[in-house]
């Protein structure tokens, strides 16, 4: 299969990419759309240098498939999965092992021994996939395979408003207006914000 390597600033090639073999506890899923998010925009183009990316291709050589924003349709599965071929599925970034102490009593984001999709698994930026479970839902027939890809940075926000601990008519400012911040002003205001202050330094946006 056909994936997308990361090699340096500025160096992101599509080479053939060894297909991904079905395992316990995961699904071969056939990506459907996969977009760029903000922290690989950064990691290509050299503006910032997220999870040690420069540090790492000079050590250890190419990253290998980037991508954690995704809809993927299932291809694949164990005997036992909650879901079946043809399903169309989304999933989180940030993946919890399950078995931990903080994810055993309710608090799996605290996990000490997350995996993160395109940093220390493959990602999505491949023709297939293979994807944990835990971290997928299934998409709606309504929700399109593009919106099913916004779901990721969508529950990063979910989770950002429900930390906040946003009161009935509290006032709430949210700096920068990108797809974060988009996302998090409309969910501050679906959770009861009173006045929603906007802060950007682009004028374009």
């Not at 790492?56 to 079946?84: D, I, M, Q």
């Not at 839902?137 to 890809?149: M, N, P, Y």
């Not at 906040?164 to 920068?176: H, L, R, V």
């Not at 969910?187 to 330094?201: C, D, K, N, Q, T």
Request: contains cysteine; negative net charge.
């Amino acid at each position: 299969m056909k994936g997308w390597y990361l090699y340096g600033i500025n160096d992101m090639r599509l080479e053939q990419a060894p297909a991904p073999v079905l395992k316990e506890g995961n699904l071969l899923g056939e990506i459907l759309c996969a977009q760029p998010s903000v922290t690989e925009t950064q990691m290509v183009t050299g503006i910032s240098n997220p999870y040690g990316f420069q540090e790492r291709l000079t050590k250890e050589g190419s990253v290998p498939l980037p991508g954690h924003e995704y809809c993927a349709r299932v291809v694949k599965t164990n005997k036992n999965s909650k879901f079946k071929p043809g399903d169309r599925v989304a999933g989180i970034a940030k993946i919890p092992c399950g078995a931990c102490f903080m994810c055993q009593t309710g608090y799996p984001m605290l996990c000490k021994d997350i995996d993160l999709m395109g940093v220390t698994i493959p990602g999505c930026f491949s023709e297939l996939a293979l994807l944990p479970e835990r971290a997928l839902t299934k998409i709606d027939d309504r929700v399109s395979d593009s919106e099913g890809a916004c779901l990721q940075p969508l529950s990063d926000c979910v989770g950002a408003v429900d930390t906040a601990g946003i009161n009935m008519g509290d006032t709430i400012a949210i700096f920068g207006q990108g797809c974060l911040g988009i996302n998090s002003l409309q969910i501050a205001r679906a959770s009861g914000a009173g006045m929603l202050i906007a802060v950007e330094v682009r004028d374009d946006i």
